[in-house]
Structure formats: C-alpha cells, structure tokens
C-alpha cells in the first residue's frame, strides 16, 4: 500500500521540511474532532440546464466552520489534508454527509443527483468500499451520484485511475473530470477513461462572452465531450451574457454564481423553490 502510494507520487507529510507545520499540525489535529463536530458543513451549488430553467443536480462543496480561524475554504485545509491518512476519512464524512442530504430532500419530493468531489490521493481502490458503504447507508441510487476528479488525479496515477474508474462506472456511479483544460495534459488521459461528465473550468467560462478565444475553446470542448458521448457541464458561470452563450453552444449544464453560490442546505432548497424551477427532476412539496 504504501509502496503503491510512493509510485502514485504522494508524499509522506514531513513537518520538519513543512514552513507551515505547526500551523497545518494544528488543523490536522482538529479536523478528526471537527467531523464529529457541528464545524464541518457542506454548502451545494446548483447545476441547472442550459437555459437555466431546470435542477439538475447539486454538487456539495466543504466548509470548515472553525472556532477561532471562521470560515475555512477548502483552498485553506484540504492541501494538508492530502498529505495525510485523514483524507480518507474526509472523503467518508463528504459522501455520506451528502447523501443523507439528498436522500432526505428525496423524500420531501426533490430529486436530484449528487455530485462530490474526490481528491486524487483518494482515488484508489479505497474509494469503492467508501462508495459502497455510502450508498447502502442513504440507499442512494448509484445512477445519481456523480465523483468529481480532477486532472491532476488522472495524472497521479493514469492506470489506477482507469481502473478505479472503470469499476465505479460497473458499480453504476456516474463520474466526471473536473476543471477540464486546467491540467496539464488532458487528452491522452481521456482516452480509454470511462467518464461521463466533462466540467469545463471556470478560466474559459468566465469572460466568455467577450473573449472570442474562449468561446472557440469552449465551443469545441463541448463538441469534443458530444463526440466521445459525454454530458457537458459549465463551471463559473458568473454573466448572464456567459449563460447565453453557453445555452446556444449547446452546454449540458450550467452551474455558476449568475445562478447561485455554493449554500447550506436550507438555502439551497429555499433558492429552489424561490426560483420556481420546473422539470421532472423538480417535486418540491
Ligand atoms: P471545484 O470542484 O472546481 O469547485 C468549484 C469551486 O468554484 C468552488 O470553490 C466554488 O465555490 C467555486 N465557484 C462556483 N461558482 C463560481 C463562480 O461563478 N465564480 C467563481 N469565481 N467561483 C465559483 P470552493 O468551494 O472553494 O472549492 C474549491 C475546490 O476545492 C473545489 O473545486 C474542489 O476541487 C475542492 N473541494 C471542495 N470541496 C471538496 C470536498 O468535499 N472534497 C474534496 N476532495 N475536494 C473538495
Ligand atoms: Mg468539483
Ligand atoms: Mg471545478
Ligand atoms: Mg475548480
């Protein structure tokens, strides 16, 4: 195990080597504490179609509410965490955290798919158990659980990925490649991985509609992702003048602070219901 970490490139934490460490030894002591804890939250951002008319799904984004720091991004914690085990009880404590969540709005009459990010340290043979484990306890409809990875997770590890890939999709779990375009390779590890999502990242998405560039870019990402048959998601959807454009090049789905930031899950519902979304994945009572 270890072995097969040292080949994906992980390094072992050394807080010897680390300017950061007492600080980051600080944190990684609280954080076990803080799952168990009321401090870690989810927020969930909307993804919804093209023209923004329906829900389509959630995906569910960490928040450390910290006593002393305040809010905490996971820009601020997660690199830490990364570098030690404590990332695979995070996974855990997101994905189970979210589907409750979903499970529960499910019986209030909102369906809708979930989707959760995945570190690539945390991308191995690990996560199905994980995986399994959640979904028996929400009695979540794989189909409706989406893994967001990232490039940098593919890179990793290209034939770990694959694979772990390859059985999630087996399982039924939809899984997509998260920040599209912002790696540093990208096609050659598309190639033979099984995904179903492409996420276009939010540098060629922003200003959109007033840099050609862009939209020749994103145009043809979305032409790519129809082509090799994948659902095309938005993120950083800030405009309306980017919503538009998007809609007309065809993009699957759109998710961006124009439509809503990232909530807590009554806001999140009170945003649906404000909005009078329609669409079968919509039954609010
Ligand atoms: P991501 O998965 O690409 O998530 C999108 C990030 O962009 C989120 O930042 C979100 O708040 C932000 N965002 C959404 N819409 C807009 C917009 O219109 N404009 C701008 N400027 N930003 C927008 P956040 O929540 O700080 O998360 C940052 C990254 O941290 C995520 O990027 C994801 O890679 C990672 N992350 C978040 N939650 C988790 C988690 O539970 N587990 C793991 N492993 N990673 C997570
Ligand atoms: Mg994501
Ligand atoms: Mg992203
Ligand atoms: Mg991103």
Known sequence: YAAKRARAGVMRYDAATDPHSSGALELLGQLRAAMDSDQLALHYQPKVSGDGSRLLGFEALVRWNHPVRGVLLPADFLPFVERTHLIHALTRWV????????????????????????????????????????????????????????????????????????????????VAVDDFGAGSTSLVHLRGLAVHELKIDRQFVRDLAAHPEDEVIVSSVIALAHRLGLTVVAEGVETVAAADRLCALGCDELQGFHFARPLPAEEAVAWVRAEGLTGAAVELR
Not at 110 to 132: C, F, H, P, R, Y
Not at 141 to 158: G, K
């Open 95 to 174: 994905l189970i955290t979210a589907l409750r969540q979903a499970a529960t709005w499910r019986a209030q009459g909102l369906q809708t798919s979930m989707a959760v990010n995945v570190s690539a340290v945390s991308l191995d043979a690990g996560l199905l158990g994980i995986v399994e484990e959640a979904l028996a306890l929400t009695r979540w409809n794989p189909a409706d659980l989406v893994l967001e990875i990232t490039e940098t997770a593919i890179i990793h590890d290209p034939a770990g990925a694959r694979a772990t890939v390859a059985r999630l999709r087996e399982r039924g779990v939809r």
